[in-house]
């Protein structure tokens, strides 16, 4: 199956400062990527879309001058968290589709584990 | 209101016995998904089922959909220490391919 990466696995960072997450997928173009956020023992809840040479979507309640988003080719995304503060402490997930922009089932990331001190 | 949202569960069962979860939700679907989330790791796709499907097999996992009900049922058949994870529904949002995730159920298979 497809492969999705992300980078870092954890990141620690000091209130105040960004934090960067890439998600690539490593076999296949994805011009939409998804971003997820999860915290313990709860479900995934989707932040934004990350759409490949256009502005991200981001859903209703999500800041996106915090959570910024660049999509600048086929195969990689990114994530940075601005001015992290402990309450953004949290497990980061990314995922792509597996046909182009279909609702077919995604290939998901290991995730980012971070941790704001 | 939320999609794919199944009955909060935490199912603890013997090795070899069968695991089943529920999911249910709201409004009108193509298709209704299942993945499997180990601790601290990213979610694996298990089974997808299609709206004109009522069951659907993969291996010890079995699947059904209820489209009268807005129900859909994983079944684990046989089940391994190696299957005690997360296990979420989610259903696509109209419209477009986002993937609407219910709570999920954490399954502990005990050896």
């Known amino acids: 199956g497809a492969v999705v990466s992300q980078h870092p696995s954890w990141v620690i960072c000091k209130s105040g400062t960004s934090v960067k997450i890439e998600c690539r997928s490593l076999d296949f173009q994805a011009t939409t990527m998804f971003w997820y956020r999860q915290f313990p023992k709860q479900s995934l809840m989707l932040m934004a879309t990350s759409n490949e040479g256009s502005k991200a979507t981001y859903e209703q309640g999500v800041e996106k001058d915090k959570f910024l988003i660049n999509h600048a080719s086929l195969t990689l995304s990114t994530l940075t968290v601005t001015s992290a503060h402990p309450e953004d402490s949290s497990f980061y997930i990314c995922?792509?589709?597996?046909?182009?922009?279909?609702?077919?089932?995604?290939?998901f990331g290991p995730g980012t584990r971070l941790t704001v001190t | 209101s939320q999609q794919g949202e199944e009955d909060p569960q935490a199912l603890s069962i013997q090795e070899g016995e069968n695991a089943t979860m529920n999911c249910s939700y709201k409004t009108s679907i193509n298709n209704l998904q299942w993945y499997r989330q180990n601790s601290g790791r990213g979610l694996v796709h298990l089974i997808l089922i299609r709206s004109n499907e009522r069951e659907k097999h993969s291996g010890r996992l079995r699947v059904t959909l209820d489209t009268s009900k807005k129900s859909s049922s994983l079944l684990i058949t046989a089940s391994r220490a190696a299957d005690t994870a997360s296990y979420f529904c989610?259903?696509?949002?109209?419209?477009?391919?986002?993937?609407?995730f219910g709570k999920g159920n954490q399954v502990v298979v005990i050896p």
């Open positions: 989610a259903t696509p949002r109209r419209g477009n391919n986002r993937l609407a």
């Open positions: 995922s792509a589709p597996s046909h182009g922009g279909s609702s077919y089932e995604q290939y």
